[in-house]
């Protein structure tokens, strides 16, 4: 059962005001209209129940299919809800008369050889020019002087502060130096990071 009432309609509170309160035993009953009298009252059309809002495709908002809360797209079509595309695209060729599209075809996964790393976290680069200068100002700090580390590492100067991989290749080599080895084996360590 559906009731319908105007709310801006004094006639229409009072009877659903008399209906609820006969609803929840507060009255003894709703006084109900004569229907055998005609109705001569003119239909105020300026507070008529309002169509329901429809998209470029004549399609009511659907909470199944479309986004919540209700929103358009450019072209005026009720925008689709994540994950329902197939069954809002079917649902504008049902509205429109138009075929859907064909579903796409999901690729076939192949076996990856191993799954990719994930990179590493930025290494800051006032931490690593601290921990180098302190190994420069150790006499047996470094292996090498720092223009042969650099040269070997190809780092260059003018950038070292913005470039991610120069930092971390000098940082992979301190950390070699850490391990003991020699020029060599630091540089094979921080190329190889």
Not at 40 to 53: G, L, M, N, S
Not at 125 to 142: C, H, I, Q, S, V
Not at 151 to 176: P, V
Request: glycine letters at 4%.
């Amino acid at each position: 059962m559906q009731i319908t009432f105007d709310p801006h309609n004094a006639a229409d509170m009072q009877s659903m005001a008399q209906l609820v309160n006969f609803l929840t035993g507060n009255a003894d009953s709703p006084d109900v209209p004569d229907t055998a009298q005609p109705d001569t009252a003119q239909p105020d059309t300026a507070t008529a129940p309002a169509q329901p809002d429809t998209d470029c495709h004549g399609m009511t908002h659907d909470d199944a299919i479309h986004s919540t809360p209700a929103s358009k797209n450019a072209d005026g079509s009720w925008r689709a809800k994540r994950g329902q595309k197939e069954a809002y695209e079917a649902a504008i060729a049902a509205a429109t008369g138009k075929d859907a599209p064909a579903p796409t075809a999901m690729p076939v996964p192949q076996p990856a050889s191993a799954a990719p790393a994930t990179p590493p976290a930025p290494i800051d680069y006032k931490t690593m020019a601290e921990r180098f200068m302190a190994k420069m100002a150790d006499p047996d700090g470094l292996p090498a002087e720092y223009e042969a580390i650099y040269a070997a590492l190809s780092i260059g100067y003018d950038d070292l502060e913005t470039n991610q991989t120069s930092i971390a290749r000098l940082s992979a080599y301190m950390d070699a130096v850490d391990n003991g080895d020699d020029h060599d084996g630091c540089v094979r360590h921080a190329m190889s990071a």
